[in-house]
């Protein structure tokens, strides 16, 4: 007598449902309640998402233009060859599009807004076509103020952030060039916190003196952002140190240098 689904035990279906690409799964959740409330399952989730990171090759996420449009495409990391073309979820064509972080298979991108100074910051799923529009934080009002985002996950509270840091300068630039750019900003930013949990944004209190110099848009360890940062000294030189950031207890950190030359850091997991 042939098997049919009903006679299969659970733990059969869940090893089978977890081999399967994204794609099918959110067809499959439509084959019965059963399978659409296994499928939708935190636990689930979480375990095909770290499967897929044991099973899966590394990629390299590639910009381009064409016909002055942006475009994504999927790299294999080892042989660079192109393994999928990403189609951008957006109607019409958007200016300045960037993108502020990746984190288990989410993007975080951001375009100008309306007004032309603010930016507008989208969360998207290319795997099932899925774009949320984030709400909008404090305006900025400066128009060559410095933005910098950071976009990741907080394991612990299983939660997806972005900080956003605001830097106003004490003088203005011409065409948007200022010769001592860094050194012209005002320590410390304007600061603030968005959760996807809560879908809504929150000021970030006692914010580090010090100001970014390094905008990686992969620095993220277990929830904790890390820049390369500068305090200036009045009249005087400057020291650079690691600034940290937990994301999930807002708290900032520091990791200081024995030396006081410039230094790049590179941080690997």
């Known amino acids: 007598m042939a098997t049919t689904l009903r006679d299969m035990p659970g733990d059969m279906v869940t090893n089978i449902l977890l081999q399967l690409p994204v794609k099918s799964l959110m067809r499959f959740r439509c084959v019965c309640k059963s399978w659409h409330a296994l499928i939708s399952d935190p636990n689930f989730i979480n375990t095909h998402l770290n499967q897929t990171r044991v099973n899966n090759k590394g990629y390299v996420l590639i910009k381009h233009r064409d016909s002055d449009l942006d475009k994504f495409s999927l790299r294999c990391d080892e042989t660079f060859v192109g393994q999928k073309r990403l189609e951008l979820p957006f109607k019409e064509n958007v200016e ?30 290319p795997a099932i076509q899925k774009l949320k529009r984030l709400p909008q934080s404090t305006p900025i009002t400066e128009r060559f103020a410095c933005i910098y985002f950071a976009f990741g996950h907080v394991p612990q509270i299983d939660d997806y952030r972005v900080v956003k840091f605001v830097y106003h300068r004490y003088i203005p630039c011409v065409n948007g060039i200022c010769n001592a750019a860094l050194r012209c900003l005002k320590a410390p930013p304007e600061a603030e916190l968005y959760s996807l949990r809560t879908n809504s944004w929150k000021a970030i209190e006692n914010v580090f003196p010090c100001v970014i110099q390094s905008c990686s848009k992969d620095p993220i360890l277990n929830g904790i952002v890390h820049w390369l940062a500068r305090v200036y000294q009045e009249g005087g030189p400057f020291y650079e140190f690691v600034l940290s950031f937990d994301m999930g207890n807002e708290i900032f950190g520091e990791i200081l240098f024995e030396s006081s030359q410039s230094v790049a850091v590179m941080i690997m997991y």
């Open 96 to 125: 300045s599009l960037m993108v502020e972080g990746y984190c288990n298979g989410l993007l975080c991108l951001s375009c100008l807004g309306n007004p032309r100074i603010q930016r507008d910051l989208y969360l998207w799923n």
